[in-house]
Structure formats: C-alpha cells, structure tokens
Nanobody, 126 residues
Framework: QAQLEESGGGLVQAGGSLRLSCAAP????????MGWFRQAPGKEREEREF??????????RNADSVKGRFTISRDNAKNTVYLQMNRLKPEDTAVYYC?????????????????WGQGTQVTVSS
C-alpha cells in the first residue's frame, strides 16, 4: 500500500510546464527527506532515475539532467511536496514517483527510500 500520493501529471508540449504534487494522507513526513524519481518506458523499478530531493531543513539536490528546469519544494503545513517542471523535453517523459526517507540523505539508489507513491504519468510531446 502506497503511503504517498502523486498528482499533477499529464500531457504537455515540449517547452511547457507542469507542477507535480505529493501528499501523504493520514501521516506526516515533515521530518523526512522527500524525493522525486522517474521511470522511463521499458525501464525496471530498480532503474528509476533520481530527479530531485529536499530534506527537512530545505536543502535540495537536483539531477544534472534537470538542473535549471525543475525545482523541488515542500509545504510542511500542507504535508505536501512539489516538483515544478519547466522547459519540459520529450526525454522527460516518464512515470514520476514520490519517495520519503527519514535519514535526510540525498541518496540516489531506489532501495534507499522506504516509502513510495503509485506514480503519475508525464508525457511530453515534441
């Protein structure tokens, strides 16, 4: 059972923007590091690509592939994490997953993160 719920995915043209949200109904993750990963078509779960993460202090880390285009943020009062995606490219097409971890490390391996959502599809057309 997923402990996190993603929303905000959809179909967008290249150059467009989307904002993904990740909520945690019934549980607080304000003390956890939160991350976004993506799984491209044909890839396995263990091949999910790290996109961005934010710890409970507000420090962030972005993958090189999204630097300058994507921004991760969090609103602890709403128990929600966001991923603002600008200047989207066709290669950003993937299912985007939210993850949580209490250890505050910006770890990239999928196995490091114990809590996950079900994912939201982002499709960027050329």
């Amino acid at each position: 059972q997923a402990q996190l719920e993603e929303s905000g995915g959809g179909l967008v043209q290249a150059g467009g923007s989307l904002r993904l949200s990740c909520a945690a109904p019934g549980r607080t993750f304000s003390n956890h590091a939160m991350g976004w990963f993506r799984q491209a078509p044909g890839k396995e779960r263990e091949e999910r690509e790290f996109v961005a993460a934010i710890n409970r202090y507000g420090n962030t880390r972005n993958a090189d592939s999204v630097k300058g285009r994507f921004t991760i943020s969090r609103d602890n009062a709403k128990n929600t994490v966001y991923l603002q995606m600008n200047r989207l490219k066709p290669e950003d097409t993937a299912v985007y997953y939210c993850a949580a971890d209490s250890r505050q490390a910006f770890a990239t391996p999928v196995g490091w993160w114990p809590y996950w959502g079900q994912g939201t599809q982002v499709t960027v057309s050329s």
